[in-house]
């Protein structure tokens, strides 16, 4: 019999296989016992011990720059980590909504929230507590801007944008939607009523970057952001400032009701105490407040934030 | 002889047209002219010329991507999580394949057709959600555990794998099936001895072509943060950050070419076996490596079983379905939903049909020539290749976005933003149909003196419409699963109110757009599969 034909009729052929020649079934009882080894090995090492309250899983809503945010986080976890004695870990998240769920789920203990999505992640998981807010969020601003073709100069009369194709922010973004729908509707303009609908650019440097190509006339967006980047020369001449909207409470951190379970009730004070401690002339604690454009941090509570809730429910957007 | 010519001469063949394709045929401008109408392109200016800077301001940072070493560092741990997901996924996706493959296959239930339908039914919900809405309802219930990611792509990649292997199985010869069974084997003997074996390669090819889909879906599951390459751009992305996002590109770009050219090696070597040798030492090899591989990446990425099961899990799993049911049944939603699904389809048939256009006018350039060519022709011919690679590896958001600097909102945007990646997809697909197809007639048209585009149109196009039509119309119910990506920033469709829903997390309206996202799929799945038979 001719080696070719043997091999097809399952006969054994020396040296005609290059590769070590073992039976179909070793192969498969060895590939099982690999993956189970495997298996087994990992889920032995990622349980944790009983009474350790693991780490401060950390993280923030994409908000403003998040791959600077996420890429310099360290430095934020290194430093509360250092002066509390903790072990915090920072996880990122991109997208407003998984912050939200995440933040129910307990997949993160405390969390750099917006006004809205504070809010929303508040009546998820019962027995979160609205820790620190930055000395601009007490009294925080949007900017309505509009592109010059348009020929609008700074008014604060808002029933002129309505007959222009206008972007939101982010759908949940408190200062790139909520807070500008609620004072269109005050000045008589329906918030979904933009000629084709209102779009959603998905953050506040989209926003400026189509405002600026004229997709959108006129958009709306997050006065710290339009202030830093007008400040750093990057806004085309295109995209001018229309208005300013009144002030309203946005941006915050909560704590989640799991993590004071695990590290005990007194981690909000000192959370606070942290975050309010945290002076300029330090330059760790500088690095910090840089990072989130803040001057200081202050206390905050949740009573800040009833104005937003009422509004979310009022737009739809807290259910 | 006399009888020979007494006989009626055979009736010839008539040739005539199949009244069928005719149908189809102008359904489908039907289609597209409806399509087209409801687009805004002939009904006034859908242009904004004033966008050029900013759509220049992208293409720039093409040229110059960043570098720094940071940053090359985050994108290559970035990368092995990508790599990690894929294998892993896909792995899952062919198991539960296999398994499914039993229930799913005719050849299990024989004549009872009622559970062969339930099952292919089933198959449907799975297999109509896109990898990452999968990934937005596992985050709701896994967190950030790296099962979500994995499964996001096995749960969809699972179910059509699982149809996939059931019609392979059916349709191998039975002639081993049979002897083995009228021997008095048992049927699950029969079917491993019978029928496995020949349905082997088939099995094996397919599933690595599901791998090469794998890298693609794990950077899109980036996109709504469960880690890696698409995380990376997404990132760079909300804030315009274009270097960043380009840098993310190219290594994406790398690695869906290193998974194509492997998973193409794989495919041709099962489809041209080599004569003689027992064991094919490069399919081997592949197979070890990819098992290799996924032991890796359970250990890279802490992945444990006990996460599926445990108190949490089962909490969050009755949070959400307490939440979701019963469905939202409103009016308003209901109307809305309608009216995104029209629109759903509007631009999924505009982006099919941009798509195969512009791979048909590419294909003679994607195509490696058969003959010999000059160094122009195939550099061309790489450099087509090459965008096209881009193309593709640019995920559809960032396309809507670019395209929305330059376009007026609408449905259009959106629809040329899938265009522009479905091309990306399809211009490959054409282009191996155009390798493959049979070069003779047109070759014989060329040496009896027809013009070359004459050999072309009457050599090769009656050949190869068949095939690509078919390539379009399975990339239509794909695109109509992704269109759910681009419905921000004013596009329309279904998209937007996913998003919406999901935003504020108004549970019962998820329900209700999912729903009506599966059926969606599964009407346009249907016409398909119906238009394919037509073609065939």
């Known amino acids: ?319 | 002889m006399t009888a020979v010519l007494q006989r009626a001469a055979p009736p010839a063949p008539r040739l005539r047209r199949d009244r069928r394709r005719w149908v189809w045929g102008l359904g489908g401008l039907a289609l597209l002219g409806w399509a087209l109408a409801g687009s805004g392109l002939l009904s006034g200016p859908v242009l904004n010329p004033a966008g050029t800077g900013q759509v220049g301001r992208f293409l720039a940072a093409a040229v110059r991507p960043e570098l720094g070493a940071e940053f090359l560092r985050v994108v290559a741990g970035s990368t092995l999580v990508t790599v990690a997901y894929a294998v892993l996924g896909a792995g899952l996706a062919v198991l539960i394949g296999a398994l499914g493959a039993i229930p799913a296959s005719r050849t299990t239930w024989g004549r009872r057709r009622s559970g062969w339908l339930l099952t292919r039914g089933g198959l449907a919900l799975p297999r109509g959600l896109h990898e990452a809405v999968w990934g937005l309802l596992l985050v709701n219930v896994l967190g950030l555990d790296p099962w979500v990611g994995v499964l996001a792509i096995a749960v969809p990649y699972g179910a059509i794998t699982a149809k996939v292997f059931a019609d392979l199985l059916d349709e191998v010869p039975r002639g081993g099936y049979r002897a083995l069974l009228a021997a008095g084997a048992g049927r699950g003997a029969a079917t491993l001895y019978g029928l496995l074996p020949p349905a082997a390669g088939g099995l094996l090819s397919y599933s690595f072509y599901r791998l090469e889909c794998a890298v693609r879906s794990a950077v899109v599951l980036g996109l709504i943060g469960a880690g890696g390459l698409g995380y990376q751009l997404a990132l760079s992305f909300t804030s315009l950050r274009w270097e960043q996002v380009w840098t993310t590109v190219y290594a994406l770009a790398l690695l869906c070419l290193l998974a194509d050219v492997a998973g193409r090696a794989v495919r041709r070597r099962v489809a041209a076996p080599r004569p003689g040798s027992r064991r094919d030492p490069l399919l081997t090899g592949a197979v070890l490596a990819v098992l290799a591989l996924a032991g890796w990446a359970v250990g890279y990425l802490a992945l444990s079983p006990a996460a599926l099961v445990s108190a949490r899990t089962r909490e969050q799993v009755a949070y959400v379905a307490s939440a979701a049911w019963p469905p939202a049944t409103d009016g308003d939603l209901l109307a809305a939903v309608w009216s995104a699904s029209v629109e759903t389809v509007r631009m999924s048939v505009l982006a099919v049909a941009f798509a195969t256009a512009g791979a048909v006018a590419l294909a003679g350039l994607v195509a490696r020539p058969g003959g010999p060519t000059g160094p122009g022709r195939r550099a061309l011919g790489v450099l087509t290749r090459l965008a096209l690679l881009l193309l593709r590896a640019v995920p559809p958001p960032v396309w809507a976005l670019v395209l929305l600097f330059v376009l007026l909102p609408g449905v259009l945007p959106g629809a040329l933003a899938l265009g522009v990646y479905t091309l990306g997809v399809l211009g490959r697909l054409v282009g191996e149909a155009v390798e493959e197809a049979d070069r003779r007639p047109g070759d014989a048209l060329r040496a009896s003196g027809a013009s070359p585009v004459g050999a072309w149109l009457y050599g090769s196009v009656p050949a190869l419409a068949g095939p690509v039509l078919a390539l379009a119309l399975y990339r239509w119910e794909v695109v109509v699963r992704d269109t759910v990506f681009v419905g921000l920033l004013g596009a329309g469709g279904i998209g937007v109110l996913l998003s919406a829903a999901t935003s504020s997390f108004d549970w019962p309206a998820v329900t209700t757009v999912l729903i009506a996202i599966v059926l969606l799929t599964v009407v346009v799945d249907l016409v398909g599969a119906r238009a394919r038979t037509a073609l065939r």
């Open chain 1, 1 to 319: 019999m001719r080696p070719a034909r043997a091999a097809r009729s399952g006969g054994f052929v020396p040296g005609s296989d290059p590769l070590p020649t073992f039976s179909r079934r070793t192969l498969l009882t060895g590939t099982g016992a690999l993956l189970a080894a495997t298996l087994a090995g990992c889920g032995t090492g990622s349980a944790a011990a009983p009474g350790d309250p693991g780490p401060l899983r950390i993280g923030a809503i994409p908000d403003q720059d998040p791959e600077v945010l996420q890429r310099l986080f360290g430095t934020v976890a290194g430093s509360l980590s250092a002066d509390l004695d903790l072990d915090v870990e920072y996880r990122p998240v991109t997208d407003y909504a998984a912050a939200v769920s995440l933040f129910r789920t307990g997949d993160l203990d405390l969390v750099w929230f917006g006004g809205l999505t504070g809010v929303q992640a508040r009546l998820q998981a019962r027995g979160a507590v609205p820790i620190a807010q930055r000395d601009i969020d007490e009294e925080f601003h949007s900017v309505f801007v509009v592109n010059t073709a348009t020929g609008l100069a700074p008014a604060d009369d808002l029933a002129s944008l309505a007959d222009l194709r206008f972007t939101y922010g982010s759908e949940t973004s408190t200062s790139g939607r909520l807070m500008p729908a609620y004072y269109l509707r005050e000045a008589g303009v329906d918030p979904e009523g933009f000629p084709g609908g209102p779009g959603f650019s998905g953050s506040h440097d989209a926003t400026i970057a189509l405002v600026a190509s004229g997709t959108y006339q006129a958009g709306v967006l997050n006065e710290q952001v339009w202030r830093s980047r007008t400040e750093s020369g990057e806004v085309d001449p295109a995209v001018v400032a229309y208005a300013r909207t009144p002030a309203y409470h946005d941006y915050h951190w909560l704590l989640g009701p799991g993590a004071v379970a695990r590290f005990g009730g007194g981690l909000g004070g000192r959370l606070t105490g942290w975050f309010t401690g945290l002076s300029a002339g330090d330059p760790d604690d500088a690095a910090v407040l840089e990072l989130f454009g803040a001057g200081s941090f202050l206390p905050t509570e949740a009573a800040n934030y009833r104005q937003i809730e009422e509004i979310g429910r009022d737009l739809g957007l807290v259910s």
